[in-house]
T-cell receptor, first 115, second 114 residues
Framework: GPKVLQIPSHQIIDMGQMVTLNCDPV?????FYWYKQILGQQMEFLVN????????KSKLFKDQFSVERPDGSYFTLKIQPTALEDSAVYFC?????????????FGPGTRLTVL | GDSVTQKQGQVTLSEDDFLFINCTYS??????LFWYVQYPGQGPQLLLK?????NKGISRGFEATYDKGTTSFHLQKASVQESDSAVYFC?????????????FGKGTHLHVLP
């Protein structure tokens, strides 16, 4: 079936540095999402993105976070600067349609460790 | 706000046992309910979804009924196999816009012994 890829699978950085997480969504999908999962806790919505714009973001999507998908390439999540509490697994998802279809395809996640 | 509750963190069964994973939800509107399954090293995959109250979703031998009266969406399977070992997430989508968000429960880790 359709696959979402995430690069890298693991990232270790020092607090205060910038990090960019990359997502290669399913090729004809239009809606894109990021979710965050801290170890042992539930996966939580960060942001959704459509037509070049953020449609909705949660309170977890701090000012240090930004997303973009320049020219139909990777959908990226940038954190600048990083903080210790940003350590988590970040899952990207994409979907063809919005509410009418309501099927998101998830990537395998990027494990981010902030030291 | 909307929420999903899964109280069972881990379930251990033997092959051919009956599976029951409890899920309840809280919302002020009429959500669509999901079960996702996550295998090691992978992201969650949609297992089944139900958009209408009192309907049942069925997929790969798993089933769940959306019960508006008890606000429950428990997952069941008559006879589990070792290959069913995974983490199962109950989830809901609320809101009426196209750019929706999925609200997940904490997940239940199912371990099926051969």
């Amino acid at each position: 079936g359709p696959k979402v890829l995430q690069i890298p699978s693991h990232q270790i950085i020092d607090m205060g540095q910038m990090v960019t997480l990359n997502c290669d969504p399913v090729s004809n999908h239009l809606y894109f999402y990021w979710y965050k999962q801290i170890l042992g806790q539930q996966m939580e919505f960060l942001v959704n993105f459509y037509n070049g714009k953020v449609m909705e973001k949660s309170k977890l999507f701090k000012d240090q976070f930004s997303v973009e998908r320049p020219d139909g390439s990777y959908f990226t999540l940038k954190i600048q600067p990083t903080a210790l509490e940003d350590s988590a697994v970040y899952f990207c998802a994409s979907s063809l349609g919005g509410r009418r279809i309501m099927k998101q395809y998830f990537g395998p996640g990027t494990r981010l460790t902030v030291l | 706000g909307d929420s999903v509750t899964q109280k069972q963190g881990q379930v251990t069964l033997s092959e051919d046992d009956f599976l029951f994973i409890n899920c309840t939800y809280s919302t002020t509107t009429y959500p669509t309910l999901f079960w996702y399954v996550q295998y090691p090293g992978q992201g969650p995959q949609l297992l089944l979804k139900v958009t209408t109250a009192n309907n049942k979703g069925i997929s790969r031998g798993f089933e769940a009924t959306y019960d508006k009266g008890t606000t429950s969406f428990h997952l069941q399977k008559a006879s589990v196999q070792e290959s069913d070992s995974a983490v199962y997430f109950c989830a809901l989508v609320d809101g009426d816009t196209n750019a929706y968000k999925v609200i997940f429960g904490k997940g239940t880790h199912l371990h099926v012994l051969p």
